[in-house]
C-alpha cells in the first residue's frame, strides 16, 4: 500500500472524507495524539501533523490514541483496512494471541511465509517489526480497557495478551512513563500528570530540570522553556508543573559532574516514556563514555541498525533529558560539531568540559 502525500491526505482531513477512514492516520505533534482522518475534533494546522499508513505505526512512534475518534478502538475494523492481505491476516493472528507465546517463525508458518518475508513485510507496511506491533496492539488494547472498564489490573493484563501482570506493568511503565494503576487513576479523576519543574544554575546557563520524586523526566536549558512543555505534553499528555526544589541526589550530581566529576550523571534514574527504538537510541547515548564522541553511523551500527543513521539522528533530536542522556556526543562524520538542540556553543562548551575537544 502507498501513502497518498501530504497534501492530499490534509485535504482529506480537512473535509472529514469518510473515503479516507482507515487508509492513513493522523499524528498531531503539538499533542502527541492520533487520530482518523474523520475525527470530528478541530483539524489542526497542516505543519503540525505527519500521516502514517496503520495506528501502529503512530503508536510506535510514541503517540496516543485520540480520545473521540478512538483510533485504537476497532482493530480489525475498516481502520485497518488497506494494508496487504497477508498483513491483515497477521494482524488478526496477532489480535487472537499468535505472538504472545509463539515466536515470528510460528507466525510465519500459519501464513506461510518464512519468519524474513514477515519481518520485510511488517517494516514495509507497518514500519515496525512483529513483536514491536503486536505489543503495541496489546498497549493500546488494554489503554481502552483500563480507561472505560472497572476490571482489576490483573485481568486488564491478561485480557489484552500480556502474559503475566508483572511483564504488563513493566511494558507499560517502559512505554508510557507511568503504571498503569497511574494512568486509571488519572483519567478517572481527569487528572493531568504531576511533575516537578526545579531551576539548576549550571556555569553557563540556567537548566530546567523535571523530575519525579528521584527520577529525571526532562532536562533542557532554560530558554527553551516552551519546547520542554511540548516535549512533555507529547509525552504525557497533559501535564502539571509544579515549581519546587530540585531532589537532593539529582543537585549533588549536578554538582559533581559540573565540579569535575565527570561520571556522575551517568547513574542517574531517567524515565522517558518514547517508542522502543527512542528508548534503545537514548540507552545507546548514554552508553558513550564520557570524554569520547561519535557518529549516528557508529551508533546505528552499535544498536545493530547499520543504515538508520538518519532515524537514530532524528530519535537523539527528540531526547528529552538534554547533558544526562549525553546527545551531545554525536558528531559529524567529519569531525564537524554540527547541530545541538541548545545551541553548537553550548555543545562545544560540554565537550569541551569532558574533554573530548582535547587537541582541537
Ligand atoms: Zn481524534
Redesign the pocket.
Known amino acids: 500500500m502507498t501513502m497518498p502525500d501530504h497534501a492530499t491526505c490534509y485535504a482529506a482531513i480537512a473535509v472529514r472524507d469518510p473515503a479516507a477512514d482507515g487508509r492513513f492516520f493522523?499524528c498531531v505533534r503539538t499533542s502527541g495524539?492520533?487520530?482518523?482522518p474523520v475525527?470530528?475534533?478541530r483539524t489542526s494546522f497542516a505543519k503540525n501533523v505527519t500521516f502514517v499508513a496503520t495506528a501502529a505505526e503512530a503508536v510506535a512512534a510514541g503517540y496516543r490514541a485520540?480520545?473521540?475518534?478512538?483510533?485504537d478502538a476497532a482493530p480489525g475494523s475498516a481502520a485497518w483496512a488497506g494494508t496487504a492481505a497477508s498483513v491483515r491476516r497477521a494482524l488478526a493472528l496477532i489480535d487472537a494471541g499468535g505472538l504472545d507465546a509463539t515466536k515470528v517463525d510460528a507466525l510465519g508458518d500459519r501464513l506461510g511465509l518464512g519468519e524474513r518475508q514477515v519481518r520485510r513485510l511488517f517494516g514495509k507496511h507497518l514500519g515496525a517489526p512483529p513483536v514491536a506491533v503486536a505489543q503495541a496492539r496489546r498497549l493500546a488494547a488494554a489503554n481502552v480497557l483500563i480507561d472505560e472498564d472497572r476490571l482489576p489490573m490483573s485481568e486488564v493484563a491478561l485480557a489484552s495478551g500480556f502474559g503475566s501482570v508483572r511483564r504488563f506493568n513493566e511494558l507499560y511503565r517502559a512505554v508510557h512513563g507511568e503504571a498503569p494503576a497511574t494512568r486509571r487513576a488519572r483519567v478517572s479523576k481527569g487528572y493531568s500528570m504531576h511533575l516537578t519543574l526545579s531551576r539548576y544554575a549550571a556555569p553557563e546557563a540556567e537548566l530546567l530540570v523535571v523530575t519525579e520524586g528521584d527520577t529525571l523526566r526532562a532536562l533542557d536549558f532554560a530558554d527553551f522553556d516552551e519546547r520542554m512543555r511540548t516535549l512533555l505534553a507529547r509525552r504525557y499528555g497533559v501535564v502539571t508543573l509544579t515549581e519546587g526544589p530540585l531532589p537532593p541526589s539529582i543537585a549533588a550530581a549536578l554538582d559533581a559532574y559540573f565540579n569535575g566529576d565527570l561520571t556522575a550523571l551517568d547513574t542517574v534514574p531517567v524515565a522517558t516514556g518514547g517508542s522502543d527504538f527512542q528508548r534503545a537510541v537514548w540507552a545507546a547515548l548514554r552508553a558513550i563514555p564520557v570524554g569520547t564522541t561519535t557518529g549516528y553511523g557508529a551508533l546505528a551500527a552499535s544498536l545493530g541498525k547499520p543504515g538508520a543513521a538518519r532515524a537514530v539522528g532524528l530519535a537523539s533530536g527528540a531526547n528529552p533529558i538534554g547533558i544526562v542522556v549525553p546527545c551531545h556526543r554525536v558528531i559529524g562524520a567529519n569531525g564537524k560539531l554540527t547541530g545541538y538542540a541548545g545551541g553548537v556553543g553550548r555543545k562545544a562548551w560540554l565537550l569541551k568540559h569532558e574533554g573530548a575537544l582535547q587537541g582541537r
Open positions: 493522523v495524539i492520533y487520530c482518523r475525527c470530528p475534533a485520540c480520545k473521540r475518534c478512538r483510533p
